[in-house]
């Protein structure tokens, strides 16, 4: 068996061997043919070298706060009868501006010590007028009497002297005109200690009269004081009291903050708080309501001395002015010509006094002539869901009449009672009335006008800041200082062999071609759209960058000297010039 098994075994190997020679061969020959055929162009993108220095910005975010605030509050004790509502702008009170009242005390008391404080310093003040009278005119007078009394005691003392040497008067009646004249003369002494007494008081009386003249202006003050106002313009942020709170001196009443400008804090390392001074401006982002991105300038505030112990980082603040945002665009539609700030159900008469009387706000009520009406609101009621992108208002005129004086509420609002002309078209219950109408502007409208409408479109405006405490923003850093130079991508940057080139394209011939010219790379790098990109120099100093152009992309697939088809970039040139 097995003599017969080797001849097989020998042909089947020699069939293999044939046939792999043969593939060989075959693979051979298609190798020369295509080494014959010439390759086609290798599809690059280039960019144009010039001078250039990065000027990327890197962002931060940088979180708003006030620049001022502060809680205010009485410098008296005192029962507080009215408090401004949250959200109000009110004005600093000086410089001629008489300002906005934030909160009031009770001034019973203080106006009861003004009345004492006054009463007292006229007090003093007779006191020291009669006093003068003293000194002017009663001691003077009985000095005078006194003296003219010890002048003629003294005469008659002479006369019994003379009488008594020649022993016409006796002893006892001599000794009688001596004791005279000793008590004339302590008479002419007591007058003038109480002149001088009198000067003395005089002088206490005129200091009573100034300490009463400055407890009338302390009462006066402390009386004056019974208003709270706020010493810079700014917004009420918060409430700490309301009508009826007996508060002491120094119990804030209400925090107000200024909100123009505004101030943007945002946090450094060490090294790069000092490239920020005084009075650099920097780029700020913020987000509108709608979403929208504005783009404002800061200047740098303050940048801190001291670093913070936890984070080891410099806060920078910088200053940004503020803009009102009006929650609708007033000026872009034609349909309303006016606008309104609140609008006020019609069944609050229970909170207010207490029975079903109709209430409203005495600033919804509008007055022409003998007419009184209110523009009570059809689109809206108060039992259904508003749409916080519908602000437009349709409103009809509806006429009232007054049935009460004004009723203060809270210290605040002023309602009086009405009467509908048309009670059948009031749902008490669920009908809202429109506040004090404004034209666009936000001038009184025409009363002519107002009174020829029956029908109205009015917008409900409510404006807001642009920037708020506690928002969040992008503040675009100050780049580094980079030197100009020749930038290009990280990836048209070639490495092999221990060399490092580029490949630019050289346009003499007839077809471009790749030419690799060696570079050095410095150590400036940066970062341009999230990209690294580096600065290069040439080897040679004849070969010559500026103007060419360099592969950036299918750098990597190029030899020296390969012909190449530019094509168009999808995307802009990563160095900024």
Request: glycine share 6%.
């Given at each position: ?5 080797q ?57 708003v ?19 401004i ?36 310093l ?6 020291r ?17 006194a ?17 008594s ?35 003395a ?76 001074q ?17 783009r ?66 005495q ?22 869901l ?55 502007d ?48 990280m ?28 570079i050095?790379?410095k ?42 088809r ?6 802009g ?5």
């Open positions: 068996m097995p003599i017969r098994t001849p097989r075994l020998f042909f089947a190997v020699s069939s293999t061997t044939c046939l792999l020679l043969a593939t060989i061969g075959c693979s051979s020959e298609s190798a020369t043919e295509s080494a014959e055929v010439d390759k086609p162009p290798k599809t690059v993108t280039v960019m144009r070298l010039q001078p250039s220095s990065p000027s990327y910005q890197h962002h931060t975010t940088a979180s706060a006030p620049w001022k605030a502060e809680r205010i509050a009485f410098e008296q004790a005192g029962r507080v009868v009215q408090v509502e949250p959200n109000e702008m009110v004005t600093g009170i000086g410089n001629g501006r008489i300002g906005v009242p934030l909160a009031r005390l009770n001034e019973e008391q203080f106006q009861i010590a003004v009345d004492a404080a006054r009463a007292d006229a007090v003093a003040q007779r006191r007028e009669a006093n003068l009278i003293s000194i002017e005119q009663r001691l003077p007078s009985r000095i005078r009497t003296e003219a009394e010890l002048q003629l005691a003294q005469r008659e003392l002479d006369r019994a002297q003379r009488l040497r020649s022993n016409a008067m006796s002893g006892s009646e001599l000794d009688t005109t001596r004791t005279r004249a000793s008590t004339a003369q302590l008479q002419v002494d007591s007058a003038t200690a109480e002149l001088a007494q009198a000067n008081e005089q002088l206490a009386l005129d200091a009573q009269v100034q300490q009463a003249s400055q407890r009338l202006a302390e009462a006066e003050r402390n009386l004056r004081n019974t208003t709270l106002y706020s010493s810079f313009p700014g917004q009420v942020t918060e409430i700490h009291a309301v009508p009826g709170t007996y508060v002491k001196e120094g119990d804030p009443i209400v925090t107000v903050q200024m909100v123009d400008p505004m101030l943007v804090e945002f946090e450094v390392t060490a090294a790069n708080s000092r490239r920020y005084r009075g650099d401006t920097l780029g700020v982002t913020v987000t509108g309501h709608d979403g929208s991105q504005h404002v300038t800061g200047m740098v505030y303050t940048v801190d001395s001291i670093a913070d112990a936890n984070t080891r980082t410099f806060t920078v603040s910088l200053h940004v002015r503020n803009q009102q945002e009006s929650s609708v665009d007033l000026h872009a539609s034609s349909q309303a010509q006016l606008k309104t700030k609140d609008i006020f159900p019609l069944n609050i008469g229970p909170i207010v006094t207490g029975d079903r009387r109709l209430l409203v706000e600033r919804c009520i509008h007055r022409i002539g003998e007419e009184s009406f209110v523009w009570k609101v059809t689109n809206r009621s108060w039992n259904q508003s749409n916080a992108h519908d602000r437009g208002l349709t409103v009809q005129r509806m006429k009232v009449n007054l049935v009460s004086d004004v009723i203060p509420f809270l210290g605040t609002w002023n309602f009086v009672a009405i009467d509908f002309a048309d009670p059948s078209s009031i749902d008490l219950d669920n009908d809202l009335i429109t506040g004090q109408l404004l034209a666009i936000g001038s009184q409208p025409e009363r002519e006008a107002l009174l020829r409408k029956q029908n109205e479109n009015v917008y409900l405006e409510q404006t807001r800041w642009m920037l708020r405490a506690g928002d969040t923003v992008r503040v675009a850093l100050i780049p580094d200082n980079s030197n100009v130079g020749f930038y290009v991508p990836k048209a940057v070639r490495q092999e062999n221990g060399e490092t080139f580029v490949h630019i394209v050289d346009d003499m011939q007839s077809e471009p071609t790749a030419r690799r010219v060696q050095n790379v150590d400036e790098d940066s970062l341009d759209e999230d990209s690294l990109i580096l600065c290069i120099e040439p080897v040679e100093s004849g070969d010559v960058l500026d103007g060419t152009q360099v592969v950036v992309r299918g750098t990597h697939y190029l030899d020296d000297g390969d012909r190449v530019v094509v168009p970039k999808q995307s040139s990563v160095v900024a010039r």
